[in-house]
């Protein structure tokens, strides 16, 4: 096999282009590979995050039960807080100030 087959191969170049990408890490890819931008989450998002890193927490450092860390979790934020704040124009919905940290 020729040099530049086992480039493509090993993803030195992009196998769309041909242009040279560097070093590559044993696979094929393309300059596309690459995200070209972050999406940025939403406030209920960064909320939602949040509620399931202290579940996380809870489950993997503290040792209780997955059950039990969402019962809690239920108790201190509202059954349904998934939910909560991705209803639109409902009155359960999280307040600007509940939100507010997350921005």
Do not use: C
């Amino acid at each position: 096999m020729g040099e530049i087959a086992e480039g493509l191969i090993n993803g030195d170049f992009d196998y769309i282009s041909g242009e040279y990408l560097g070093e590559g890490d044993g696979y094929p890819r393309t300059e596309s590979d690459k995200p070209t931008h972050r999406y940025k989450r939403t406030p209920v998002e960064k909320k939602i995050a949040s509620i399931r890193k202290e579940i996380a927490i809870m489950v993997n450092e503290q040792g209780v039960g997955v059950q039990e860390a969402r019962r809690q979790m239920n108790l201190k934020y509202g059954k349904g807080w998934r939910e909560r704040g991705m209803i639109v124009n409902s009155t359960d919905q999280w307040t600007e100030e509940e939100l507010k940290p997350f921005k």
